[in-house]
């Protein structure tokens, strides 16, 4: 049997710790840490999203400042609004729910965010960091794939590492993280050929296509670690993930399973990234 790599336990345990190193800056009086969360419009999964986010905040210690903001915003009134939280020194972390409404031009919206309070580790200056191997925030759910990973035993340097997708927030942070970690690392994506002899060689294979199940075990080497990004809803409501999981779990050594594996983790990486911000923020 493979070992279940339990991302509720682990998002669970940092969030615990978190929640520890909290309560001693805020008792030394060292730190304010405030997430401001900025949702445009009235999509239902964004509000759900945002939702938890702020009951994380909450649990940990962090404090909240909500901007619910209606779907004809225009682009400049974002702009400003993103403008006076970056001078605003009690706003340590500044969060805009993605996707935004057409009208909005998003890679502008994160272009504005102040690199110090880029708690999502989407601005350019974060991604570049992160390439060439300095300090900055980085994108929650590959960052938290690392900690399932590192606190699971699972040893990466020297490793065949694939990654099946290559989008900004996943694929590619998540191909730069694992070669900061020293893993021998290859992308694959839409245009790959042979995908399934790609896959084969992977002794950690991440896979983030948005493709329900689509991965069998005729992707996967025996005894090889499976780390799904996949989230989707099946025609019996049930999640799923882009691995067949019942396919797949009894040839691999560990597996994470949706739900419970690297979904739980990124909202846990989201404060990690805010408690990183508020300390840094006190310099
Ligand atoms: P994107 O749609 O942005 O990217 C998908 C990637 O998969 C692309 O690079 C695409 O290649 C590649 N791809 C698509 N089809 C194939 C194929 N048949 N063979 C090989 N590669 C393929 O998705 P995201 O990265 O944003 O998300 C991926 C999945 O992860 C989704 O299910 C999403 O819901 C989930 N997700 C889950 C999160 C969580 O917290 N658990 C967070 C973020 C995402 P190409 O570039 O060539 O088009």
Same mark, same amino acid.
């Given at each position: 049997?493979?070992q279940i790599i339990?991302?509720?336990?682990?998002?669970?345990?940092?969030k615990?710790?978190?929640?520890?190193q909290?309560?001693a800056?805020?008792s030394k009086?060292?730190?304010?840490?405030c997430?401001a969360?900025?949702?445009?419009g009235n999509d239902?999964?964004?509000a759900?999203?945002v939702?938890n986010?702020?009951?994380?905040?909450?649990y940990?210690?962090?404090d909240s400042?909500?901007?619910?903001?209606?779907e004809?915003?225009?682009?400049a009134?974002?702009?400003?609004?993103?403008?006076?939280l970056?001078?605003k020194?009690e706003?340590?972390?500044?969060l805009?729910?993605l996707p935004?409404?057409?009208?909005?031009?998003?890679?502008?919206v994160?272009r504005?965010i102040?690199?110090a309070?880029?708690?999502?580790?989407?601005?350019?200056q974060?991604?570049?960091a992160l390439?060439?191997?300095?300090?900055?925030?980085v994108?929650c759910?590959? #960052?938290?794939i690392?900690?399932?990973l590192?606190?699971?035993?699972?040893e990466?340097? $020297?490793?065949?590492?694939v990654v *099946? %997708?290559r989008?900004?927030i996943?694929?590619?942070?998540?191909a730069?993280?694992?070669?900061?970690?020293?893993?021998?690392v290859t992308?694959a994506?839409?245009?790959t050929?042979n995908?399934?002899e790609?896959?084969?060689?992977a002794?950690?294979?991440?896979? #983030?296509?948005?493709?329900?199940?689509?991965?069998t075990?005729?992707?996967v080497?025996? $005894?090889?670690v499976?780390i799904? *990004? %996949?989230?989707?809803?099946?025609?019996?409501g049930r999640?799923?993930g882009?691995?067949?999981?019942?396919d797949?779990a009894?040839?691999?050594s560990?597996?994470?399973?949706?739900p419970?594996?690297?979904?739980p983790?990124?909202?846990?990486?989201?404060?990690?990234n805010?408690?990183?911000a508020g300390?840094?923020?006190?310099?």
């Amino acid at each position: 049997m493979p070992q279940i790599i339990d991302g509720k336990k682990i998002s669970a345990m940092i969030k615990d710790e978190l929640k520890t190193q909290v309560t001693a800056l805020k008792s030394k009086q060292e730190v304010s840490i405030c997430l401001a969360v900025i949702q445009v419009g009235n999509d239902p999964a964004s509000a759900v999203y945002v939702g938890n986010k702020k009951k994380a905040c909450a649990y940990i210690g962090i404090d909240s400042l909500s901007y619910e903001l209606p779907e004809e915003t225009s682009q400049a009134q974002l702009m400003d609004l993103i403008g006076e939280l970056n001078h605003k020194a009690e706003v340590t972390g500044i969060l805009v729910q993605l996707p935004l409404p057409e009208h909005i031009d998003e890679d502008a919206v994160i272009r504005a965010i102040d690199p110090a309070k880029d708690v999502d580790g989407f601005h350019p200056q974060s991604v570049g960091a992160l390439c060439i191997g300095q300090p900055g925030f980085v994108s929650c759910t590959p #960052a938290g794939i690392i900690q399932l990973l590192k606190r699971s035993g699972i040893e990466i340097a $020297g490793r065949e590492c694939v990654v *099946v %997708g290559r989008s900004n927030i996943v694929g590619k942070p998540m191909a730069l993280l694992l070669l900061r970690e020293n893993g021998t690392v290859t992308v694959a994506h839409s245009r790959t050929e042979n995908l399934k002899e790609v896959t084969g060689r992977a002794d950690i294979l991440v896979v #983030a296509v948005g493709r329900p199940k689509m991965i069998t075990r005729e992707y996967v080497k025996e $005894g090889a670690v499976v780390i799904d *990004v %996949g989230i989707h809803r099946n025609e019996d409501g049930r999640l799923c993930g882009d691995v067949d999981y019942e396919d797949v779990a009894p040839i691999c050594s560990a597996i994470t399973p949706v739900p419970g594996g690297v979904g739980p983790m990124t909202i846990a990486m989201l404060m990690h990234n805010c408690v990183e911000a508020g300390k840094a923020g006190r310099r």
